[in-house]
């Protein structure tokens, strides 16, 4: 019967990561889970108008795994789980930025109506991490794995700010959380935009960073 289940989709007895049998309902076996702490020396390189900023994880083994299931299997229910796993280490920073209003990229239209639902959004919530919506997407755009550098740059360049949030944002610390750090284009630009309204300091936390 669990076997039928799992071909219809319904019921996952597998470790997403290593196959052993998973805990109910979670995805994950309890060796992954105990995986799932914050890695020390994330390697920090100086981002263009970013602050400062944190990583919890390189984006290899369970982490990887994670999000990966996360946005290609549509599985918000993980990502609020990887929110409450990650949530002491964000709260850190948070406390050490203090910052007035807490944010996240937006995803494009295309994406958002294929998934559902926006990863960074879930992880906030099972972090229990107030946020605001800033950003807005501009046009279309292919997913990022599929551009060289260059093309990143450019599709990075498809945010702006909400028409609502230009006056606000003066003075104002801003915190922006990200799933996955990979060249920093895309942070870069969106904290540039920030600056460019006048915001007082720009932060960013990520989940995973590219080997
Ligand atoms: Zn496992």
């Not at 280490?89 to 007035?100: G, K, R, S, Y």
């Not at 599929?146 to 093309?151: A, Q, S």
């Not at 498809?158 to 284009?185: A, C, M, N, S």
Request: charged share 25%.
């Amino acid at each position: 019967m669990r076997n039928f289940l799992r071909l219809l989709g319904i019921s996952q007895a597998e470790c997403i990561h290593c196959h052993n049998p998973a805990i109910e309902d979670l995805f994950l076996c309890k060796e992954c889970i105990q995986d799932i702490k914050p890695f020390h020396p994330i390697e920090y390189t100086h981002i263009p108008y970013v602050f400062s900023y944190r990583v919890f994880g390189k984006y290899e083994g369970v982490l990887k795994s994670i999000v990966q299931q996360i946005k290609f299997s549509k599985n918000p229910f993980l990502a609020r789980w990887l929110g409450g796993s990650i949530k002491d280490h964000l709260w850190e920073f948070i406390e050490q930025t203090n910052p007035d209003i807490i944010t996240f990229p937006e995803l494009n239209l295309r994406r958002f109506w294929t998934r559902g639902f926006n990863q960074i959004e879930e992880i906030l919530k099972g972090a229990e991490v107030p946020y605001q919506r800033v950003f807005k997407r501009v046009g279309f755009d292919p997913p990022m794995a599929r551009l060289d550098k260059k093309k990143r740059i450019k599709a990075s360049q498809t945010h702006t700010l909400r028409k609502e949030w230009i006056e606000v944002l003066e003075g104002k610390k801003v915190l922006i959380v990200d799933d996955v750090l990979t060249t920093g284009g895309t942070i870069s630009r969106l904290c540039e935009l920030l600056l460019s309204v006048g915001a007082e300091q720009t932060n960013a936390y990520f989940l995973t960073k590219e080997l």
